[in-house]
């Protein structure tokens, strides 16, 4: 899956122009670099290729839902809910804010169910925020519905899905603003990275202050004797970093097809028993294809599938086990380990009782992911690959079921 796969001398010719011309500093040097900003075209590009009005690049992925949600105004005594299936940076950027993470149950979809997060609305909610897990979209419209009639902001933690759609169009267009994460573990990489796409001109203009110390990027003057907007921090991504997402992003359309290819190729190999499903995405057609997931009947069957499978050549895993995504796992949320002397929201005056994560919590979600099995896809995947992979399947789907 990682973009890392389609690294090419394109790549290294766009980041050799930019030690070359030793330009690194996405802002400065105005006078010596003869209008050359490839942050500035990254950010373009991705804005016209999502069909967004506006594009902030970021240090991280992370950085974009801190950043986001900083300029949205969040902060403590804020609840914003989300999905327990994440990766922890989702809850960590709500937590930065001084905010209260309210983690909702998911369903079938491996996104958070849309029914679980109205039942946790309360006064002091700002926003939901799916996360469009595994590359595939969350249920969009039905998120806008309730966000709607409840006043809320609607957030969307794209982070694992860039090029996804949901109905046409591009997910991280669908809310208030929404995020994409740039790291090597994405389709899309530039090492580390993140992206903020918006059509919200004053939510862009905090966003792109805030994350480089205030500063209001007036280029026709020195950096040093621009003013600023507020205090910030310093989130910004290189040249190095635009120049190679300049690169990756034309790769992006292809790469997504040859994902769905190889995902296609490998269910023509066997056929879905009764009792197993597919993930029950809103829009099939629009997912990425970066993981393939089997709903088994039940963790007996999914663990029996799980070893067969491995014994077979391929190994697969069982998604409640997953401590990077699954919240069940996060100790440290519990307990709320940091190292900061005021700790908002875990001792806040702004926030009242806190939920207490604990695992026993979320148990539609447990019983979900204790009978998902995962096999991760590669950008590249010959016949042998993919035949290993469908027998691999078909022993698991023999010894489970």
Request: proline share 4%; net charge negative.
């Amino acid at each position: 899956m990682p973009g890392f796969e389609l690294f090419d001398q394109r790549e290294i010719d766009a980041v050799t122009d930019v030690l070359k011309r030793k330009m690194v500093h996405r802002y400065s040097f105005q006078d010596k670099r003869g209008g050359i900003y490839r942050v500035a075209e990254f950010e373009r590009a991705v804005a016209d290729k999502m069909g967004a009005k506006y594009c902030q690049a970021v240090s991280s992925g992370s950085a974009a839902l801190y950043v986001a949600m900083r300029a949205s105004g969040i902060g403590p005594g804020d609840e914003i809910i989300t999905s327990a299936f994440t990766f922890i940076a989702s809850v960590e950027a709500i937590l930065e804010c001084g905010a209260v993470p309210v983690l909702a149950e998911i369903d079938e979809s491996l996104n958070l169910d849309p029914g679980s997060a109205e039942e946790l609305i309360t006064d002091k909610t700002k926003a939901i925020m799916p996360v469009h897990m595994f590359g595939a979209s969350a249920d969009m419209d039905t998120f806008r519905e309730i966000c709607d009639e409840y006043g809320l902001l609607l957030f969307e933690d794209s982070c694992q899905a860039m090029g996804a759609t949901y109905k046409g169009s591009p997910v991280g267009t669908l809310g208030d603003w929404g995020t994409y994460s740039l790291d090597p573990y994405k389709l899309l990489t530039v090492g580390e990275g993140g992206l903020i796409v918006t059509d919200d001109e004053e939510l862009y203009d905090r966003a792109r202050y805030y994350h480089d110390h205030g500063h209001i990027h007036d280029m026709d003057i020195p950096r040093g004797a621009e003013g600023k907007a507020c205090l910030g921090f310093n989130f910004r991504m290189s040249e190095i970093q635009g120049a190679l997402g300049l690169v990756q992003l034309e790769k992006l359309d292809g790469a997504i097809g040859q994902l769905k290819a190889n995902k296609k190729k490998i269910l023509e190999g066997f056929k879905i028993p009764e009792d197993v499903e597919l993930r029950d995405l809103p829009d099939r057609g629009g997912e990425i294809a970066t993981q393939l997931v089997f709903l088994m009947p039940d963790a007996e069957s999914a663990r029996d599938f799980q070893k067969a499978s491995g014994e077979a050549g391929e190994a697969c895993g069982i998604l409640s086990g997953n401590t990077w995504h699954y919240a069940r796992h996060w100790k440290t949320l519990r307990e709320g380990a940091c190292y900061s002397r005021i700790r908002c929201p875990f001792d806040c005056p702004f926030a009242g009782e806190l939920p207490s994560y604990r695992p026993l919590e979320w148990a539609r979600t447990h019983e979900i992911l204790d009978r998902a099995v995962v096999y991760g896809m590669d950008i590249f995947m010959d016949d042998a690959r993919i035949e290993r992979m469908q027998k691999a399947v078909r022993a698991g789907f023999k010894a489970a079921l």
